[in-house]
């Protein structure tokens, strides 16, 4: 629940809009390039929008509705209830961050309900208890009434005087439940007028006293009543289209049947507004269909078009890899149209998108590489994380080609090592959590390791590689409770039901490190590769495999050490691996810091120096987050870049719940933050495309960014939460020490018995006792139904 200010003058508004656009103006649309909407299509260009807002002197918590929008740049972006994805819809706050970070010409939104004594005001719903705490504050008055045919129960506007609403608070979901809303324009004037309310008198009497630019409703009859009365005036009537199977009562008609006649609609409306699925066509798999011809032949009509349901927290379309900006490129900037405008709970990402939309379009449909004079501070350094796993099974040639074609810098293979001393690129040394193993005819082989502390895995170490090429790579991943090592699986978030690419589950095929070597110096975009290792002392000591020296000889045999082209970086959490590359060659020795941390000893910074060149961090190690909140920053980065090592920080993902709530469910927030505000030198990350196109925004070339491009402030919004809602304070992270980074020398290769040393691992070695047999066959068929039914 979030607490609200009261206002009750305009100054603050008008504020907020003079500070956005004296600084947005500097990133406007180049004059020569023309959006496909209906304003150029029909040759008509105008200047920017103003936000004009009336508000009487109530100290109340809900904006009074005398206000709106001047429609004029397309395509516009329009925060719905101001920002809401962030704080409560039609709040204080949500208008003001909206205004804060968006373009000059954006626009803000307002669900228009009435209350008893016929004030207007904004809120997204009839219904007051769907977004406020009006439940705790009264308690008598809640009723059924009939909406739209239905009966509907709750408390409602018409109920209470606008003095009755003073301690109302609104409030916001939790972040598991947040999901995309369709909001209304309020103009339910069918229900209101049960109750003796009347819209149409509302909206007149405001338009006499300020310009209304813009009014929506999903009803017919009320727009056709009204559509004699603005049709000289410089007001707009949309007209919004609910789902297609709902009915409009003045019609009798399915919304799906009104949209078959535009021409209809263009009689009593200049546009319409729809939900985004009208447009482009979501299946059943939450894959995108072709898009449909509903932008087309509506502006063939003369009817512009805004779509609706644009929110960054909330499971996207696969095709999308999780990433917003993807989405918008579509309705905005997809070659063949454009829409009008975008109504989104989070506008900060369709402004960015806007003005960088000409560089990532043409990345994205010419694959070409745009390269721009960047300030050091964005000169990140793309490192994929097993390639592009967010989008194909980690370390595949999938996953690689994928990362090369998004503009990846470094490509990562973590090694693992085979039964018969093969090196390959995998990002666990758990089978069970990057491949099919767990139902292969090897299910038997599992075990539990003490040593590497985990339970039930079926090791690399005890496969030879003909064998592990009868695997699958699989980004499916089982629920938590039954999972063998959740940190390393494919999907890190199946607990919020956000699934990576399912069509692609299987795809692709895993490489040995001199095929992955072999790849990367082929790939003339990528200047180097990153090599991790980890369990070195493990494998030598217990299983008689010498990673280490398997890598140098894959290095030497791939020809790097003769190069200069391609960087190598070698990555470990363990001193050792790294003191032994020391002398091995001209490597970039990278430093894994493999916890959470708050601060790093200068004396730990001399130490890392005697066998690093960099460091790898973790973000929470950046900013330090509590309950989903930035809670500061720490100085590691800048501490760690005095002693001139380069860090690198990991891991960036595009899924909404991997970001702190202050970057704004938008993954180039983060990077942008990190970026611009902390200065890393480099991202690892599961998406590389998302860090490539951050990097390529013409935005990034200012001095000053632009509101929407400037880093977030760590630690903003905790201030504006409740106390109450937040957990027991957590320990703080621990400080970094030598004795952390100090690790013993690489144990000599233990002698490998000769059954073990042949050309085969052993085969897979059945279980003695029938109960036993039984029970492994029940658990693998669960866990076979178990992988079916989730991914």
Not at 294 to 307: M, S, Y
Not at 550 to 559: C, E, I, M, P, Q
Request: charged residues 15%; glycine residues 6%.
């Amino acid at each position: 629940m979030w607490k609200l200010r009261s206002i009750c003058c305009l100054f603050w508004l008008l504020l907020f809009c003079s500070s956005a656009a004296l600084v947005a103006v500097q990133g406007s649309r180049s004059r020569g390039s023309k959006w496909r909407t209906l304003s150029v299509d029909i040759g008509f260009h105008s200047s920017s929008g103003v936000l004009i807002v009336k508000l009487n002197c109530y100290k109340e918590p809900f904006f009074n509705v005398e206000r709106f929008l001047i429609p004029r740049n397309a395509p516009m972006v329009i925060a719905r209830g101001g920002f809401s994805g962030v704080f409560p819809d039609s709040s204080y706050y949500a208008y003001k961050l909206a205004v804060q970070t968006g373009l000059p010409n954006l626009h803000v939104w307002c669900d228009v309900q009435l209350t008893k004594d016929g004030v207007g005001i904004c809120f997204p719903d009839i219904r007051l208890d769907n977004a406020s705490n009006i439940n705790n504050v009264s308690k008598n008055t809640y009723n059924t009434y009939t909406v739209n045919g239905v009966p509907v129960q709750g408390w409602f506007s018409v109920d209470f005087t606008l003095n009755d609403l003073q301690n109302v608070n609104l409030r916001t979901s939790e972040r598991e439940n947040l999901t995309g809303q369709s909001a209304l324009v309020g103009l339910h004037d069918a229900f209101f007028s049960q109750h003796n309310l009347s819209m149409r008198s509302f909206i007149i009497s405001v338009s006499r006293r300020v310009i209304v630019n813009f009014i929506s409703s999903p009803e017919v009859g009320f727009l056709r009543r009204v559509v004699s009365r603005f049709r000289t005036s410089p007001t707009k009537l949309i007209f919004q289209f609910l789902g297609p199977d709902d009915v409009e009562l003045s019609t009798n008609q399915t919304y799906s049947s009104l949209i078959k006649n535009l021409t209809t609609i263009k009689s009593f409306a200049t546009g319409i507004l729809v939900p985004k699925n009208y447009i482009w066509p979501v299946d059943n798999s939450l894959y995108l269909q072709n898009y449909s011809s509903l932008v087309l032949d509506a502006h063939k009509a003369g009817l512009e078009v805004f779509a609706f349901n644009f929110v960054n927290d909330a499971s996207f379309p696969y095709n999308y890899s999780y990433d917003p900006v993807a989405e918008y490129l579509s309705f905005i900037d997809n070659g063949q149209f454009s829409v009008d405008g975008v109504l989104s709970d989070f506008p900060v990402t369709p402004s960015a998108t806007k003005i960088a939309s000409r560089i990532w379009a043409k990345m994205r449909h010419d694959k070409a590489i745009v390269t721009i004079s960047l300030p050091k501070s964005a000169k990140l350094l793309i490192i994929s994380s097993e390639g592009a796993s967010g989008d194909y099974p980690g370390c595949t040639d999938k996953a690689y080609a994928k990362a090369v074609s998004d503009g990846v810098d470094i490509l990562d293979c973590p090694v693992q090592m085979t039964n018969d001393g093969i090196p390959f690129c995998l990002g666990s040394i758990n089978l069970r959590d990057k491949t099919n193993a767990a139902q292969s005819e090897f299910s038997n082989l599992a075990t539990t390791n003490p040593d590497l502390n985990i339970k039930d895995g079926i090791f690399t170490y005890n496969l030879t590689w003909s064998q592990i090429q009868m695997l699958k790579p699989d980004i499916c991943m089982l629920p938590v409770i039954i999972r063998p090592s959740a940190a390393a699986t494919s999907n890190p978030y199946s607990d919020f039901s956000l699934f990576r690419n399912p069509r692609a589950r299987n795809d692709g095929n895993l490489m040995q490190l001199s095929d992955f070597l072999a790849f990367a110096n082929n790939a003339s975009s990528v200047s180097g590769v990153l090599i991790s290792i980890e369990n070195a002392a493990y494998l030598a000591e217990k299983q008689g495999l010498d990673v280490t020296n398997a890598v140098l000889d894959a290095l030497s045999k791939a020809g790097y050490n003769n190069q200069t082209a391609k960087k190598v970086m070698i990555k470990s959490s363990d001193s050792a691996v790294l003191s032994k590359f020391k002398s091995g060659g001209n490597y970039e020795l990278v430093y894994l810091v493999d916890e959470d941390v708050r601060d790093i000893l200068n004396s730990t910074i001399l130490e890392i120096k005697k066998f690093a060149n960099s460091a790898v961090i973790s973000k929470n190690s950046v900013f330090p987050t509590d309950a989903g909140f930035l809670t500061g920053e720490t100085a590691i980065v800048p501490k760690l870049q005095s002693f001139n090592l380069t860090v690198y920080v990991q891991f960036f993902r595009n899924e909404f719940v991997s970001q702190p709530w202050d970057f704004l469910s938008d993954p180039y927030v983060e990077i942008n933050t990190h970026a611009y505000y902390m200065g890393i030198d480099g991202v690892i990350t599961d998406y590389p495309a998302t860090a490539a196109k951050f990097k390529r925004n013409r935005c990034l070339g200012y001095k000053t960014p632009p509101y929407y491009m400037s880093p977030v402030k760590p630690g903003g919004l905790i201030p504006l939460m409740e106390n109450l809602f937040f957990p027991p304070p957590q320990a703080p992270n621990p400080i970094l020490t030598e004795n952390d980074v100090g690790e013993p020398p690489l144990p000599p290769i233990m002698e490998r018995s000769p059954s073990v040393n042949g050309s085969t691992a052993p085969g897979p070695i059945r279980p003695s006792g029938q109960s036993t047999l039984v029970a492994s066959t029940i658990l693998s068929t669960i866990g076979i139904l178990l992988a079916s039914f989730l991914c």
